[in-house]
């Protein structure tokens, strides 16, 4: 059993910085990619940014040179620094890791969702 546990979430204003953090509990896995997706209005799910197991990290466009993924692999744990925050980046913000046991191997867990809300 694994439990992905979102927080940092709230209410900034437009410039502002949020940083947003993800736990991984529970115990006999491994973890491998780390992401954090967004739910935008319309229900449109989008990819954020990707870490693999090794510190490679991707970006979406539209956050590129303004958010930064990291993890901490002691902790199990999957950051996202959020600066220069506009309100289109206004959404749920959820993380997804990709995670193998030693009988299964890249099953798909999900947090709860936090919500950023980007206003002045």
């Known amino acids: 059993q694994v439990r992905l546990v979102e927080s940092g979430g709230g209410l900034v204003q437009p410039g502002g910085s949020l940083r947003l953090s993800c736990a991984a509990s529970g115990r006999g896995f491994s973890i491998n990619d780390m992401d954090w997706y967004r739910q935008l209005p319309g229900n449109r799910r989008e990819l954020v940014a990707t870490i693999t197991s090794g510190g490679s990290t991707n970006y979406a466009d539209s956050v590129k040179g303004r958010f930064t993924i990291s993890r901490d692999n002691a902790k199990n744990t999957v950051y996202l620094q959020m600066n220069s925050l506009e309100p289109e980046d206004t959404a749920a913000y959820y993380c997804?890791?990709?995670?193998?046991?030693?009988?299964?191997?890249?099953?798909?867990?999900w947090g709860q969702g936090t919500q950023v809300t980007v206003s002045s």
């Open positions: 997804r890791a990709d995670i193998s046991f030693p009988w299964a191997k890249n099953l798909n867990y």
